[in-house]
């Protein structure tokens, strides 16, 4: 059984910065593709960031680009998110996701949630202004 589970969300003013983990057990993790998702109240999840594991690739949203970093690290099988500039819109839980699949067609399969078998809790993020 995969587990997913996050860690370090919380509040913080509109500027700051947040890490987000994800620590995964259960199967090899350096044969996943890693992604983070999130969900404001009342909308849809939506796809923020990922990374594969081959060849290490990383995918953003363009609302995340250049203020959010994805990162992995497979000795500690940890995926985080360091998420940079925060404006209250980035409010929202936060998921971990996993998929053992390959990518061939990048963005398009790194930003969609069916893609990813396995997910994590969530862990709320709160950006006040």
């Known amino acids: 059984q995969v587990r997913l589970v996050e860690s370090g969300g919380g509040l913080v003013q509109a500027g700051g910065s947040l890490r987000l983990s994800c620590e995964v057990s259960?199967?090899?993790?350096?044969?996943?593709?890693m992604g983070w998702f999130r969900q404001a109240p009342g909308k849809e999840r939506e796809f923020a960031a990922a990374?594969?594991?081959?060849?290490?690739?990383?995918y953003y949203a363009g609302s995340v680009k250049g203020r959010f970093t994805i990162s992995r690290d497979n000795a500690k099988s940890t995926v985080s998110l360091q998420m940079n500039r925060l404006n209250p819109e980035d409010t929202a839980v936060y998921y971990c996701?996993?998929?053992?699949?390959?990518?061939?067609?990048?963005?398009?399969?790194?930003?969609?949630?069916?893609?990813?078998?396995?997910w994590g809790q969530g862990t709320q993020v709160t950006v006040s202004s």
């Open positions: 259960g199967r090899t993790f350096s044969s996943y593709n």
């Open positions: 996701a996993a998929d053992p699949g390959i990518w061939n067609r990048g963005y398009v399969q790194a930003s969609s949630p069916d893609e990813y078998d396995y």
């Open positions: 990374i594969s594991w081959i060849p290490g690739s990383t």
